[in-house]
């Protein structure tokens, strides 16, 4: 909540005639700048969700210190600030370009891929020229950069060239002059700014995108981002471009809300853009992986005994709230009927919802944001995988039974507590 008002803050900041803005205007005139791209600045800066990285929890926006967990270790986020020591107020910006183009810090240093360098690689100068011309308008904050928690070799920062080597195509975004307007303005967001792959593409071994398998759907800190394709069972297939507008609006839609880390995406982020861009965002989305007919595994029978127990585990606690058809309530409960979130192979999300419980965000447009029980205290992993083994194969789903090993495994690696801003 705190990162929450301090955004409104700025914005108000932004929006107000004032003290504040009277100081905006000097730093807008000494650099030559002026509020249209300031403004646009800001706006760019949300649609990269800047803020939700480089703000600690509790901490000053934008001055860094927000753990990024990572397969290898954690990597603190630096201050960004315009703070001239700890922050970047004495980069150019030719060195603030370099450094989002190419991953390099001030002085040339290679910098983390949990940095979405590989995405905002693809984003004009002109607008990232806008994004530090509004982030030096930012109260510039004294904030030291944490160390990271990286083994050895990983804590040298060359072996990134060889990762570079491997997995990082520099290269502003070139629109297909085949395809609409409207089509090239979504993929340059989705594929730059917005760095939706970041979560939504699926990763090697060494932490590069599968580039066979751009927004197939991807794992990260036990949540499962699913698949943005255009299959009708685990991806956006069923989905209409409306449907996407809505939820990434509204964190919701007729069909599902969203949680963990893409509720503080639709925070942020999403949900300040405006509806022309949503809408290309979906408009990319849907044309450029039109529904293909993918079969479907054979859904495990109703008749099967585990069926039969996950259907009383799921009867007892959960359609009280997403109804026995499965359906649930447009915009109040998911519908896990069709779900992609329920039928993805990846089952992280199912087994922490269930486990720890769920908030969908809160946004302008839906303030309030219903939540979902725990049931770890209630259910053991042999009800928790027979209660997922059915959702998966009820209603017409169709998805691999989930075993209690499975969710053991997965219980023991949550750390954290599913925080939704
Ligand atoms: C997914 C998390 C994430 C997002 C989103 C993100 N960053 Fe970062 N950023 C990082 C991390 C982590 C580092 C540090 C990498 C390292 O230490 O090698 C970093 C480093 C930087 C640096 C280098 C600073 C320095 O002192 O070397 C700049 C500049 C920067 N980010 C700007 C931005 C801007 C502008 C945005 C929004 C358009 C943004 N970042 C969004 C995670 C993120
Ligand atoms: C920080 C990681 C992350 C980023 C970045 C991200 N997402 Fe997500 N996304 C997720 C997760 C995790 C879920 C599943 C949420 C849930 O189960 O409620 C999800 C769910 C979704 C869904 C709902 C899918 C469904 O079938 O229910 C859509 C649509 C979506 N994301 C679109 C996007 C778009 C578009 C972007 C870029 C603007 C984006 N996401 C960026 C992590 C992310
Ligand atoms: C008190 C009402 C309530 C009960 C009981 C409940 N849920 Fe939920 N459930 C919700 C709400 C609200 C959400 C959306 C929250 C969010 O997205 O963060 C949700 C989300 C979900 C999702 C994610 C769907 C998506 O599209 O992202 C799944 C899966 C789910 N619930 C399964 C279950 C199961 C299984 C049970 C029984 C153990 C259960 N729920 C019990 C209210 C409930």
């Known amino acids: 909540m705190t990162r929450a008002l301090s955004l409104k803050t700025i914005a108000l900041g932004l929006a107000l005639t004032g003290g504040s803005t009277a100081a905006l205007s000097t730093v807008a005139l000494a650099d030559g700048q002026d509020f249209v791209t300031i403004e646009k600045g800001q706006y760019l800066a949300t649609a990269g969700d800047c803020i939700s990285c480089h703000t600690a929890p509790g901490g000053k926006p934008f001055a860094g210190g927000r753990g990024i967990m990572t397969p290898f270790g954690v990597i603190y986020t630096p201050n960004i600030t315009p703070d001239r020591e700890t922050g970047i107020g004495a980069w150019t910006a030719d060195q603030f370009v370099a450094s989002m183009q190419h991953g390099v810090g001030k002085d040339g240093e290679l910098l983390y891929p949990a940095f979405p360098y590989p995405f905002y690689t693809k984003v ?81 071994m060494l932490g ?114 997403h109804v026995s058809n499965g359906q649930g309530i447009a915009r109040l409960f998911p519908d896990l009927k069709g779900s992609a979130v329920v039928q993805a192979d990846e089952v992280e999300t199912l087994v922490r919802i269930v486990v720890q419980g769920t908030r969908a965000a809160a946004t302008k447009t839906a303030p309030t944001g219903p939540g979902m029980p725990a049931f770890d205290w209630k259910l053991n992993d042999v009800q928790t995988a027979a209660l997922l083994t059915y959702i998966r194969n009820a209603w017409g789903n169709a998805a691999a039974p989930v075993t209690a090993d499975q969710v053991k495994s997965i219980r023991g690696r949550l750390t954290d507590t599913a925080a939704t801003p």
Not at 140 to 148: D, F, I, L, T, Y
Not at 269 to 292: C, F, G, I, N
Request: hydrophobic content about 35%; some cysteine; proline content about 9%.
């Open 124 to 204: 004009k100068r002109d607008d990232l020229v806008a994004i530090k011309a509004y982030l030096d308008t930012l109260d510039p904050v004294r904030s030291e950069a944490k160390p990271n928690g990286l083994p050895f070799p990983l804590n040298i920062r060359t072996a990134l060239m060889g990762w570079n080597m491997l997995f990082f195509t520099p290269g502003e975004f070139k629109p297909d002059p085949a395809k609409s307007e409207e089509f090239n303005r979504g993929a340059y967001l989705v594929e730059g700014l917005a760095h939706c792959g970041a979560c939504h593409t699926p990763k090697n």
């Open 208 to 321: 590069g995108d599968k580039s066979d398998k751009v927004l197939a759907g991807g794992v990260l800190d036990e949540w499962t981002a699913p698949n943005l394709g255009g299959d009708l069972r685990t991806g956006l297939g069923g989905w209409s471009t409306a449907d996407i507008v809505e939820y990434l609006k509204t964190g919701r839609n007729a069909k599902s809300a969203a949680s963990g880390p893409m509720a503080e995406v639709v925070y942020y982020s999403t949900q300040h853009m405006t509806d022309a861009d949503l809408k290309a965002m979906a408009v990319y989305l849907k044309e450029r992986a039109p529904s293909p007919a993918v079969p479907a595994p054979k859904p495990v029978p109703a008749e099967d005994p585990v069926m039969k127990a996950g259907l009383a585990v799921y009867q007892d606690n959960c359609s009280a709230c």
